[in-house]
Nanobody, 116 residues
Framework: VQLVESGGGLVHSGGSLRLACAAS????????MSWYRQAPGKERELVAT????????DYPDSVKGRFTISRDNAKNTVYLQMNSLKPEDTAVYYC??????????WGQGTQVTVSS
């Protein structure tokens, strides 16, 4: 099983980034997918979730209207489009897969840094 994130980097405040997470080794279409983030000294927090078929998404208020999660089940990939980025969005972003019948996997994380 592998979840490989990409797309992180350094961006100015107000800018955009698109993260991608390529999955392999499990039945991608049977898993809800999420993005989490963890800033230094803080707990890991959920920033976006999409259901297995992509029919439903959910976001915390801190990113609602700025972040969009999507998935392409044909490519076994989930995306996170991040717009209007703020310095407080700086964190390591992790991809997460949660199976409908159990099982959970994590990626290794990708760093996002937003400068003011």
């Amino acid at each position: 099983v592998q979840l490989v994130e990409s797309g992180g980097g350094l961006v100015h405040s107000g800018g955009s980034l698109r993260l991608a997470c390529a999955a392999s080794g499990f039945t991608f279409g049977a898993y809800d997918m999420s993005w989490y983030r963890q800033a230094p000294g803080k707990e890991r927090e959920l920033v976006a979730t999409i259901t297995s078929a992509g029919g439903s998404t959910d976001y915390p208020d801190s990113v609602k209207g700025r972040f969009t999660i999507s998935r392409d089940n044909a490519k076994n990939t989930v995306y996170l489009q991040m717009n209007s980025l703020k310095p407080e969005d700086t964190a390591v972003y992790y991809c997460n897969a949660k199976g409908l019948r159990g099982g959970m996997y994590w990626g290794q994380g990708t760093q996002v840094t937003v400068s003011s």
